[in-house]
């Protein structure tokens, strides 16, 4: 079964702390696409990066990075030197195939300011 | 520009009472998707239009129900709410479900209230 744990339900820092948001997941695939998504309050979800399962370089875009580890499975997301704007429920999610995306419960990240 | 536009933003139904909800996009998508969100949990896919086709999930209730007239629109309608339906309804896009590169877009959701 396709399956995505984000064992951290909510994590609070002070800005400009990094924070690391874990990810883990399961598939018997050996071709899959990972996802992490941002929900700010107002609802609407953010894509921020998509991943392939062959592709295990680490990505930065400005202050996001992902880290994609294949053997422990994880695609964790860190944020450097966090802004107040990053406050946000974070959703990692697997692509399954037939047209369906696994979500990850979320983290609620509070950027203190 | 809004690319996934979902209307209204809060909707306030009584128990029972047929209440729809509208998204429209401006993608020129072919797939579009219903999600319902219930606090503090992720996202859960009800169904969704490729092109014409629907796709239902199999443990959608038979109380939601949804309606693609053309390629921009698609609703959702619930036939008759219960208190367990408030949530959030996510619309999401994407061009071509087929590609595990394509990448879903969300609209900014209708927050559902049921008294």
């Known amino acids: 079964a396709q399956k995505v744990t984000q064992a951290q339900t909510e994590i609070s820092v002070v800005e400009k702390e990094d924070v690391t948001l874990d990810c883990v997941y399961e598939t018997r695939d050996t071709t899959y696409y990972l996802f992490w998504y941002k929900q700010p309050p107002s609802g609407e979800l953010v894509f921020l990066i998509r991943r392939n399962s062959f592709d295990e370089q680490n990505e930065i875009s400005g202050r996001y990075s992902w880290n994609f580890q294949k053997s422990t499975s994880s695609f964790n997301f860190t944020i450097t030197a966090s802004q107040v704007v990053d406050s946000a429920v974070y959703f990692c999610a697997l692509f399954q195939g037939a047209q369906k995306l696994v979500f990850g419960q979320g983290t609620r990240l509070t950027i203190n300011p | 520009d809004a690319m996934v536009i979902q209307n209204p933003r809060y909707q306030v139904t009584q128990f029972g009472k047929p209440v729809t909800l509208s998204c429209s996009q401006t993608l020129n998508h072919n797939v579009m998707y219903w999600y319902q969100q219930k606090s503090s949990q992720a996202p859960k896919l009800l169904f969704h239009?490729?092109?014409?086709?629907?796709?239902n999930e199999a443990d959608t209730p038979d109380n939601f129900q949804s309606r693609r007239p053309n390629t921009s629109f698609c609703f959702l309608d619930i036939r008759s709410p219960g208190l367990g339906d408030a949530a959030m309804y996510l619309c999401a896009t994407s061009r071509d479900p087929e590609l595990p590169t394509d990448t879903q877009y969300f609209g900014p959701g209708t927050r559902l209230t049921v008294l």
């Open positions: 239009y490729y092109d014409k086709d629907f796709n």
